[in-house]
């Protein structure tokens, strides 16, 4: 049984995009209108939503342009945990709204997506080698 990988080019790419489409979102919806999300609970759940469509946009990205297509589940996990680690306080610690503050939180988030998904790329990588040193 001959078991397909996705390309660990195609996980990092898809992750680093997961995450600078998630920041871009969380500015939209949170930061750039002011919304205050009322309580910790709506506001996680707010966040979670948004790394599941930042996660939902790059699967469809994918689809559309005919690219390798990462795992559904990959692109949610690296959305959800870049929306903790580095975006979560750069975006409470935010000084202002000027476009350069808000290209750094975009660049974070990338940065977190490349960070996130070199878990999954070297698995996928180690075991792509595996399947086909057994062949």
Request: charged fraction near 10%; charge should be positive.
């Amino acid at each position: 049984m001959v078991r397909l990988f996705v390309n660990w080019k195609s996980i990092i790419i898809s992750g680093t995009a997961t995450g600078a489409i998630l920041a871009i979102l969380i500015l939209i919806v949170f930061i750039l209108p002011g919304l205050d999300p009322g309580s910790f609970v709506v506001l996680c759940g707010g966040w979670f939503s948004l790394a599941l469509l930042s996660a939902v946009i790059v699967n469809q990205i994918s689809k559309r342009a005919k690219w390798p297509e990462v795992n559904f589940k990959i692109l949610i996990s690296v959305g959800c945990i870049t929306s903790i680690i580095p975006l979560f306080g750069p975006l409470f610690g935010m000084p202002n709204t000027e476009p350069i503050t808000l290209a750094t939180v975009v660049a974070i988030g990338a940065i977190g997506g490349f960070f996130w998904s070199i878990p999954f790329a070297m698995w996928s990588f180690f075991s792509s080698r595996k399947t086909t040193e057994e062949e």
